[in-house]
């Protein structure tokens, strides 16, 4: 059994699932009796294949969106009939993929389509409605992106819940070596700081709803925390930026940009919690990562994160300035609270790795091969 695995979409790496491909490609292994191959643009080959023991076929086009939502409508089917795939598993389903398929495949949806369609045109969301209706299976990452799909129509018996892993190798609790700052690549950020990672792509995102928050924390307590905005820019970044120069607390906002993934381990270990105030998760892989890495966790209770987080976290409305704000001030000083959350933090957290959601992946398309 030969699976192809498509890597167009996953923005070479710099993106929530371009890192979900990497980490689930590095635990897809070769065997007799099933081999990966991985495809895509040939800069992807140093992307995704370099840390991979499976191979990668180059696909030559220009790197144009048009090109290739073009090339997966028409010459996706052809192109796996030449490489003699018996499966088909497209990581960035949103992104593309044929509207009909000569080969079994699965599709991953990430996204919760529904938010998803609000950006796109009705051209685009027919073509995304139509690719997940004529696909064989389709891999949710929560149950809520299940129920999500189910309301776009999607036959539910097709959908496998699979949760997205965790690197426990990476993402450990961690001794701090200094107790003012950290030397984390390519930054050097002082402590103590408050961390939400997140690219700027929506106003769901609640960027600047938290910098707000802050601002509350900040002259309720008088606090010395800083708030650290990483994660790359995306169409909301002038808003957030306008928000965190204009607020009296702007030396205390630090907005990082994009940040390499390899770096955030550190980033969490050094923080004081992770505050996560996104509506729109339909994963919600970094309140995980943080958990995992030993640090209090706030977030919305919205999209897929009460689902994700269980019980481990504090949950808030994002819209409530007042109620984010407490929950900061909650994490910053109720000792007994943060050691709690903690301990059973880490605890939930090692129920997610990506060993078994690449075996889940694997059951599934193998269930799609007659």
Known sequence: MKIGIDTFGCEH????????????????QNTEETQFELFGAEIDRYTFGRDSNIGFESVL??????????????????????????ALLFPASSYAM??????????????????????????????????????????????????????????????????????????????????????????????????????MSSPLKRHVELIKAFEIFKKKTNLPHRLVLAGSEGECAESVKKAALN???????????YFPHESFPALYAGSEGCLFPSEIEGVGLPILEAMATGIPV?????????????????????????????????????VPLRKKMIKEGSAWAKKFNWEATAQETLDVLKSVVK
């Open 13 to 28: 790496g710099r993106s929530g699932i371009g890192s979900y491909l990497s980490s689930l490609s590095q635990h897809f």
């Open 61 to 86: 086009l220009p790197d144009t969106e048009r090109a290739e939502k073009a090339w997966h409508m028409l010459l996706c089917n052809s192109f796996a009939k030449k490489q003699k795939y018996d």
């Open 98 to 199: 044929p509207l009909h398929f000569s080969t079994p495949s699965v599709a991953v949806v990430n996204d919760i389509v529904s938010e998803l369609f609000a950006t796109k045109t009705l051209a685009e969301r027919a073509r995304i409605k139509h690719s997940l209706k004529k696909v064989n299976k389709i891999i949710a990452p929560s149950n809520f992106v299940k129920k999500d799909l189910k309301r776009l129509g999607i036959n539910q018996e097709k959908i496998t819940v699979v949760h997205n892993g965790i690197n426990h190798s990476v993402f450990y609790p961690r001794e701090l070596i200094t107790a003012e700052s950290e030397m984390i690549k390519p930054f050097a950020i002082r402590r103590p700081y408050f961390l939400y990672a997140s690219k």
């Open 247 to 257: 607020s009296p607390f702007a030396s205390d906002i630090f907005i990082t940009g």
């Open 298 to 334: 706030a977030c919305a209770k919205a999209g897929a994160l009460q689902e994700i987080a269980g019980e481990k976290a504090i949950l808030f409305d994002s819209s409530n300035l007042e109620e984010i704000a407490t929950a900061i001030e909650k994490i910053a000083t109720d």
